[in-house]
């Protein structure tokens, strides 16, 4: 298998949605130990840890604390529970949110999420799905916290509940963002007219995807933020490779090129919206 290539320049990033604790890791001797060192030599300065089920909620949350600052990397965790995962969300999962929640400042978890729907692989009924996701939605409100969207071949079910949630006046006016977004060009707008981040990763730097390079080129700055989704979605040159958030700067490499920017702009402009989004310094 080739080596992959690492980014060499001197701007800093902030990877928003890296699954760090994956198995897929650890079945190919990649440590976190391994996994920091190479953030810290490709300018990766940040990263937050997504979770998706009350497991990886603790998990993430034991990472962005027990590894914060080494290799002098900065880490954050969300608490959630994803779609594929809603059947497992009991009232004992939501007194866990409830309490994770509570501690949120002094534990380093900035954000709800994963949370949302997902009709690809329907791996929970759709209509507990939906049922989770207001759940979830409403804990956001009630903490005054952002959440993290999935979203996959749902856009009609999600915005609806979204539309609902934002016309009662239960979204936060910085609702979260839509992670890893493959919508539409006109739905992506309407989450950004709500308030939401867009969450851009390797898929735009694919040669045969047409659709997200546009979403990105018509959204605002100021609403970007870029993601890996590791140990997934790979971006090119290293696609194929197993994924790691030192790759995220070719994700900025690429939302510079459709700018129309260098990538030091790019980096700094979603460095900073990460930081704004999560409400960190």
């Given amino acids: 298998m080739r080596d992959p290539v690492y980014y060499s320049g001197s701007a800093k990033f902030f990877d928003t949605h890296a699954h760090i604790y994956d198995r897929k890791f650890d079945a190919n001797n990649v440590t976190t130990e391994d996994i920091l060192q190479r953030c ?27 590894y914060d600052g080494f290799s002098e990397v900065t880490l954050y965790a969300s608490v959630g529970v994803h779609p594929h995962e809603a059947k497992t969300y009991t009232k004992d999962t939501e007194e866990y949110l409830r309490s994770a929640l509570e501690t949120r400042r002094t534990q380093k978890i ?9 009709y690809y692989y329907d791996l929970s009924e759709r209509s507990v799905q939906r049922d989770v996701f207001e759940k979830q939605l409403a804990l956001a409100y009630e903490y005054d916290i952002p959440i993290i969207l999935h979203e996959r071949e749902a856009t009609g079910d999600c915005l609806d509940i979204l539309r609902r949630f934002y016309k009662e006046g239960r979204l936060r006016s910085l609702p979260g963002v839509c992670h890893c977004c493959s919508c539409s060009l006109e739905a992506s707008q309407e989450l950004v007219k709500m308030g939401f981040y867009i969450g851009f990763d390797g898929p735009v730097t694919f040669k045969n995807n047409k659709k997200t390079p546009e979403v990105a080129l018509n959204t605002p700055w100021d609403r970007i933020v870029i993601e890996t989704d590791s140990p997934y979605l790979t971006p090119e040159p290293n696609r194929g490779l197993i994924n790691e958030p030192c790759h995220v700067a070719f994700v900025c490499a690429r939302i510079a090129e459709i700018k129309g920017v260098t990538i030091d702009e790019a980096a700094q402009i979603t460095y900073d919206n990460g930081k704004k989004l999560y409400g960190v310094e």
């Fill in 40 to 66: 810290r030599a490709s300018g990766v300065t940040s990263v937050l840890i997504p979770a998706d089920s009350e497991e990886t909620s603790r998990i993430a949350v034991d990472m962005a604390n027990k």
């Fill in 110 to 118: 900035m954000a709800l999420g994963e949370i949302g729907l997902d």
